[in-house]
């Protein structure tokens, strides 16, 4: 580390008068890579928006090089090098990849025309880096979570950053994919770039980074060398106490069949997917970036059209064509892209609880909402899941990613399904959130809901289900359960090494 890049001085920031950050004071070296951890709502993306421009510190000053800054807008942090990887995607979805990428900064030819050639070459040589194939001129709105998240690494990446955020990066990503980050963030740092890497993946945190600090409740909790703590000192200095066991012990699923697909195919994206999962099961799905495990989902639940297909709950054929549908027959669905299609951050907690089961609290007489049974609703999702908020009448664009998150699942939760699909629910959670929703999870199977878990995390998919589906190029290669369950298992099926082609459902 050569000298410090970034200072604060007792920064501080309100949200409607209530404290998120209290007199901040961290320095950033040059050259390195600065984790920053802490609960959901601890502060740790407020502070970094401070830093970025998007938004405006109540208090305290931040000086770069030594010399004040007045960093009031996006634009101002980025003409002195300060670049961010937002948690939730800043994308247009009408253009392109290389749109986006240097949408405010287009590249020009002395005729002032566009010069698409070459932005797109630069689009082409920054995902390659990455280890991604995405066509520059793809449109955003027919990517994935995962790809979208490396298009947004790409857009920090185009240009001379000499301090890159990075808030939860890796939340969509694979093992394989993260490890490329990995390579690509430490040859950056070599170079003398300075990051700043924001997760909850304390494994990462402690793989990746060179000091670590931590914040809880808006306040500097510690600032540490990496190798002078572990992953579970982290924890524990992020909760203020010691954490019991994270994943639950298993239940038993019945013998009974929830839900049985048979030759489900999309065009170009999904071929002859069958399975089963039973009665209070939870079933994993893995596979790396593209494999098509969201695409299953939203194929379930009638955002994607079938080409062929069978899908048979409880032992009766059924049809979905839209989302009403989904409610009606039981299933519910838990978006990978929060804010994309999980909330409406205008809304207030209450309004995204109910988002969906608006029915519930309809009066007999003129559809009358009953808006003390929704609030009744909504606050007993807040004790369960623990939801930081400063009123239930708070729009969600005040809360943290991770307490959106958790309105997200009270909402996917409140329609009362019998088949529950999970896409990615612990994304941007804290560790303790992680616990109580893998506690949640396992309550639901408990009570006879059938789980569908759709994860990037190995770690969890391996500590919570009881059967894994691993996919590759849109096709099922095992189905994985008992002992086979790990992570060595996995990778052989999500890469090609090992394949098993599934095709009626049933055990291979």
């Known amino acids: 580390m050569n000298g410090t890049l970034v200072r604060t001085e007792n920064i501080g920031k309100s949200f409607l008068s209530v404290p998120v950050l209290q007199n901040i004071n961290i320095e950033i070296g040059r050259g390195e890579i600065l984790g920053v951890i802490g609960e959901n709502g601890a502060g740790k993306s407020t502070l970094m928006k401070i830093l970025s421009g998007i938004y405006l510190p109540s208090s305290g000053n ?30 247009i979805k009408d253009l392109s990849v290389y749109d986006n990428i240097f949408l405010g900064s287009e590249r020009v030819q002395k005729s002032r025309l566009l010069d698409k050639r070459l932005m797109k070459a630069r689009t082409t040589e920054l995902l390659k880096a990455l280890g991604v194939t995405i066509p520059p001129e793809a449109r955003i709105e027919n990517l994935s979570a995962a790809q979208k998240q490396m298009v947004e690494i790409c857009k920090a990446l185009a240009f001379d950053s000499r301090l890159l955020i990075m808030d939860e990066p890796t939340t969509v990503l694979t093992k394989y994919e993260i490890d ?12 003398g770039m300075t ?35 572990t992953p579970e000192q982290m924890a524990e200095r992020m909760v203020g106490r010691a954490l019991n066991q994270i994943f639950p012990p298993r239940n038993r699923p019945e013998e009974r069949i929830m839900l049985e697909v048979k030759n489900l195919s999309v065009p170009g994206l999904l071929y002859n997917i069958g399975f089963q999962v ?3 099961e939870i079933l994993g799905f893995a596979g790396l970036v593209g494999a098509g495990r969201t695409e299953i989902a939203e194929t379930l639940i009638g955002i994607r059209k079938a080409a062929t297909g069978e ?65 009744e609703a909504a606050g007993k999702y ?17 809360l943290s990613g991770g307490n959106q998150q958790k309105v997200s699942l009270a909402k996917s939760i409140d329609t009362l399904p019998r088949i529950l699909i999970a896409d990615e629910p612990t994304r941007g959670i804290d560790v303790l959130a992680k616990t109580e929703i893998y506690q949640l999870i396992h309550s639901l199977a408990a009570q006879g809901i059938a789980c569908l878990f759709i994860s ?35 990778m052989f099926y999500a890469t090609g090494i090992r394949e098993t082609r599934n095709y009626d459902g049933h055990a291979f």
């Open 382 to 398: 807040q004790k369960m899941f623990n939801i930081r908020t400063p009123s239930l009448d708070t729009r969600l664009e005040y």
């Open 278 to 280: 039973r009665q209070g």
């Open 456 to 490: 990037s995390e190995l770690e969890e998919i391996i500590g919570m289900c009881h059967r894994v589906i691993v996919m590759k190029d849109g096709a099922i290669t095992g189905i994985l359960e008992g002992e086979q369950i790990n992570e060595a298992e996995i």
């Open 62 to 91: 931040v000086f770069f090089e030594g010399l004040k800054v007045d960093i009031r807008k996006p634009s101002d942090a980025k003409r002195i090098g300060i670049s961010i990887i937002p948690q939730e995607f800043n994308l």
């Open 180 to 191: 490329v980050l990995f390579r690509l963030m430490r040859r950056l740092r070599d170079q």
């Open 311 to 375: 899908i048979t709950l409880e032992g009766r054929r059924i049809e979905i064509h839209n989302t009403k549908d989904t409610v009606r027959q039981g299933l519910s669905y838990l978006s990978e892209d929060r804010q994309g299609s999980g909330v409406i951050t205008g809304f207030t907690v209450v309004q995204n609880t109910t988002l969906v089961s608006l029915p519930r609290y309809s009066g007999v007489a003129f559809g009358i909402i009953a808006k003390k049974n929704e609030k």
């Open 195 to 229: 990051i700043v890497y924001i997760s909850h993946k304390l494994k990462e945190v402690k793989a990746i980074c060179d000091r670590v600090i931590i914040l809880r409740d808006g306040l500097l909790i510690d600032d540490k060398p990496i190798a002078e703590i």
